[in-house]
């Protein structure tokens, strides 16, 4: 889904303009609130919304973050 601004609605893939841009992706760390470990890291576009964000959400199946599950990030001042 797609939200136009003028229209102040949701509007379809069907119903949108697709114009391909260049962007650049920021790699993020979220550190844990313990201390301990390396944190978790993501890929984003929108770096900025890191000290908004709550929560990061991984399968709790996957190897790779199961030391994160469960685990809190540490707060922004």
Same mark, same amino acid.
């Given at each position: ?11 379809? +893939?069907?119903?949108?303009? $697709?114009? *391909?841009? =260049?962007? =650049? %992706? #920021?790699?993020?760390? #979220? *550190?844990?609130? +313990?201390? =301990? ?13 890191? %000290?908004? /964000?709550?929560?990061?959400?991984? $399968? *709790? +199946? /996957? +190897?790779? #973050? ?12």
């Amino acid at each position: 889904m797609n939200w136009c601004p003028r229209c102040r609605t949701a509007l379809s +893939d069907l119903e949108t303009v $697709h114009e *391909p841009t =260049k962007g =650049k %992706l #920021y790699t993020v760390r #979220y *550190p844990f609130a +313990d201390g =301990k470990g390396n944190g978790i890291e993501v890929a984003t576009t929108r770096p900025e919304t890191m %000290l908004g /964000d709550t929560a990061v959400a991984v $399968h *709790p +199946d /996957d +190897d790779r #973050y199961r030391a994160a599950v469960g685990r809190l990030r540490r707060r922004f001042r």
